[in-house]
Structure formats: C-alpha cells, structure tokens
C-alpha cells in the first residue's frame, strides 16, 4: 500500500484558489501520515475538531487571493 492520500477526494473541499497551493502537500508523505494519525485517534473514540466534514471548510469559505492574515491557536483547556 501507498504512503500517499487519495488526493481527488480532498480537491473538492477547498475553492480553487487554494488547491495549487495545497496539492503539493496533500500529494506529501506528511499528509498522509497525519491523516492516518488522526484516523486511529478517532478510531478510538477521542474526539477531533473541527468534525470531518468541516476540516477545511475555511479553505472553500475564503479565496487565497482574499486572505490578509492567519492566526493559529489552540485551544487552552484540555478535556
């Protein structure tokens, strides 16, 4: 089996702006393994946010050409 993301059902999700940029990542043996991690982490009952289907909802939400700034956080409390 291949270390690689069946890209085409991950294309759909983002506005078309993104995906040339994102293509390259999700082509990537880093997506994969993190979506493998993710997938047996649910597998185990714990929960991961944003849900599945919403994952990159912000990517179709938002054209790249439209983007000023990113902030990335996490969320201070445990559960």
């Not at 990542?25 to 880093?30: P, Y």
């Not at 909802?57 to 201070?76: N, W, Y």
Request: net charge negative; with cysteine; aromatic share 18%.
């Amino acid at each position: 089996m291949s270390n690689k993301l069946e890209i085409s059902k991950f294309e759909p999700k983002f506005h078309e702006s993104w995906w040339p940029t994102m293509k390259e990542f999700f082509e990537g043996e880093d997506a994969y393994n993190l979506y493998q991690y993710l997938k047996f982490r649910s597998n185990k009952g714990i929960d991961i946010f944003p849900a599945p289907p919403d994952t990159f909802r912000a990517f179709s939400k938002c054209t790249l050409t439209d983007l000023s700034v990113v902030i990335v956080g996490m969320e201070p409390y445990s559960t």
